[in-house]
């Protein structure tokens, strides 16, 4: 390996005396020579101090050997360097050179001064080594000797001024005792050209190792500061990805809200239609075009839903619940599809009680549910809770076609959809995207909810959730029955309905008024609050809400049912319509005793939860 300088230097600063010119300049060279020059005047205060006793032990050991003048001398030149470093480290200590070339010239005085004391050392080993006895000689030798072996950490890295400084101090000393000392001056002297030999070696390889570490640190500070900037563009690119991905949400969001309007006008119109006429092709047109509103309505839900989740918008908020409340809200949407394709719906463990969001866990609920129900050919679907040790499970069994063995870990995939399911399976219903699935298996993550498939092709599947258990609520007031009236008569109800999309408007009341109620319908908050304020409760009593959630800039139909709570009763029974499965409503929903219908609503789902309402009274 190339010995390179440790001084490594830009273009903008040259090399330092002694050193060898650098191949490249990684870092600033200002900079650099500034810490290698402070760290080399680092040692400056063991240095000196080493010289200053090592000086003192000669003076007191040739005190009375050597001639006075003789002394006198030596120690006057070797006190005038010594204190010139001296003055020169401490004004490097409290004046920092602000520029290369001064940084340069207080380095080369500094070497000046390294030479001069190699040369005072190499003169008291000539001068002083020809007095005193030998045990004096012998000690001045390992003085020079201790010298020139402590200067390898401090002088290597400048390889010329250490060379150069352990010949100032080895030759005379050699010269002396080949010349002074009789018998065995020149093995002694051989001896000691060996030791000055080993020293330079030493020193050597000391630079060599010294400027792999300098290479090192130079490589790791350059990884560093690519390191820094490569992080640098991923902090952007991860900033432009979470703007990004805000974006699509909001954009989702908001096509989801405003292309289910109209199609859920279009379903009320449709149903209004098929009311007015008894024709049986007319009827087939209306079924056709609410299956299609339903399966888009399934489309929607699955794509915001899935967007709402991978973009960190879906909180966990976990609490003990009744799995029987939950197996309740299922059994009064699912129990129709169920009962339309001849299936049986039963539902067991309601009384079981876990530990989690309820939220996340009937949405859970919910894709299992309907997908069971669309694969089912024949049969029946159970959901059921039972407890083991300290979990609950929530089971969906059904009876459909199973799922082969290579295919169970896939189904929990984006996208993904199960090839060749039987037509039979489907019914006259569209398949969706693949997306339950994955959004099951998301929301038991959120909840860190073990979620496993269990299936036998031709028998059904069993899809298993596992929940904490939780503590069993007070006993309270006896839960609502579960199934819903689905005949029940609206005529002389009063319905209240605040929508500020026009034709949805228009197609909830033409549909209502089909089923007999009375219709008194608003845009806005501020209309409602004018016809409340304005009515005597005593004579006008309506029967229920329905809201749209998003009305005018600043206000929802939470305010719109407060407001008429507040003139005609907090009994006041409410329905709120909302673009989203996953708004973050159900939270209002219990706070102000609503129910919420996603759009678009078909008009069975809204006669049902309108019947179970009503019954709540």
């Not at 009064?332 to 866990?361: S, T």
């Not at 399911?421 to 339950?436: H, V, W």
């Not at 092709?457 to 839960?479: D, N, S």
Request: hydrophobic share 50%.
């Amino acid at each position: 390996m190339a010995a390179t300088s440790p001084f490594t230097l830009t273009a903008t600063a040259a090399p330092a005396p002694g050193m060898a010119a650098p191949a490249e300049a990684p870092l600033d060279g200002f900079a650099l020579l500034r810490d290698q020059v402070g760290g080399t005047f680092g040692f400056n205060r063991t240095t000196l101090a080493g010289h200053f006793v090592g000086a003192l032990v000669v003076l007191l050991m040739f005190a009375n050997a050597a001639p006075r003048s003789l002394l006198i001398g030596w120690g006057a030149l070797f006190g005038a360097v010594w204190l010139a470093r001296v003055w020169l480290a401490l004004r490097f200590a409290h004046h920092e050179p602000k520029t290369v070339a001064r940084l340069l010239a207080r380095l080369r005085i500094w070497q000046s001064g390294v030479l001069a004391s190699g040369a005072l050392w190499g003169a008291a080993a000539w001068l002083f080594f020809g007095y005193g006895e030998p045990a004096q000689q012998i000690a001045l030798i390992l003085v020079v000797f201790t010298f020139c072996v402590a200067s390898v950490p401090i002088l290597a890295p400048q390889f010329a001024l250490f060379v150069v400084f352990v010949l100032l101090v080895f030759v005379p000393a050699i010269v002396a005792v080949a010349v002074q000392l009789a018998g065995l001056s020149w093995p002694l002297a051989i001896v000691m050209a060996t030791a000055m030999g080993m020293i330079v070696v030493l020193g050597r390889n000391y630079r060599e190792s010294f400027d792999r570490v300098i290479a090192l640190k130079l490589r790791t500070e350059a990884l560093a500061e690519q390191l820094r900037a490569e992080k640098s563009v991923a902090d952007a690119a991860r900033h432009e990805a979470e703007v990004a991905n805000r974006a699509k949400t909001q954009f989702f969001t908001a096509a989801s809200h405003d292309l289910r309007q109209p199609l859920h006008a279009m379903g009320l119109f449709a149903e209004a239609l098929r009311q007015r006429t008894h024709e049986p092709e007319v009827a087939q047109l209306v079924n056709s075009i609410n299956e299609s509103v339903d399966a888009l309505e399934g489309l929607f839900s699955e794509l915001l839903d899935i967007t709402r989740i991978d973009s960190g918008g879906v909180e966990v908020n976990p609490e003990s619940f009744s799995v029987g409340e939950i197996f309740r809200k299922l059994r009064l949407h699912y129990e129709p599809a169920a009962f339309e394709k001849g299936l049986g719906l039963r539902f067991r463990g309601g009384r079981q009680v876990a530990l989690a969001d309820p939220l996340l866990v009937e949405r859970i609920l919910r894709n299992l549910l309907s997908n069971a129900i669309r694969y089912t050919v024949d049969g029946s679907v159970l959901v059921s809770a039972r407890r083991c040790g300290e979990r609950v499970r929530l089971q969906v069994w059904d009876t459909g076609p199973g799922i082969r063995e290579d295919e169970r870990v896939r189904v929990f995939e984006e996208f993904y959809q199960l090839p060749g399911t039987p037509s039979a399976a489907l019914g006259e219903q569209k398949k969706g995207l693949g997306l339950g699935l994955a959004i099951v298996k998301r929301l038991a993550a959120l909840m860190d909810a073990p979620i496993s498939l269990r299936s036998e092709v031709g028998r059904g599947c069993v899809f298993t959730l596992e929940l904490p258990v939780g503590k069993a609520p007070r006993p309270g007031a006896k839960a609502p029955p579960g199934k819903a009236p689905l005949g029940l008569t609206l005529d002389g109800k009063l319905l209240v309905i605040v929508e500020d999309e026009p034709a949805v408007r228009q197609g909830l009341e033409v549909l209502l008024r089909g089923w007999g109620a009375s219709i008194e319908a608003f845009e806005s908050v501020s209309a409602t609050r004018a016809w409340a304020a304005a009515s005597d409760p005593a004579i006008v009593k309506p029967a229920l809400v329905i809201a749209d959630y998003r009305l005018e800039p600043g206000e929802t139909g939470v305010a719109a049912i407060d407001a008429l709570r507040q003139r005609f009763g907090d009994r006041l029974p409410a329905i709120v319509v909302t673009g989203s499965s996953m708004s973050g409503h159900d939270k209002e929903a219990q706070e102000h005793d609503f129910h919420l219908l996603i759009k678009p609503v078909l008009p069975n789902k809204l006669r049902a939860m309108i019947a179970f309402k009503l019954a709540k009274r």
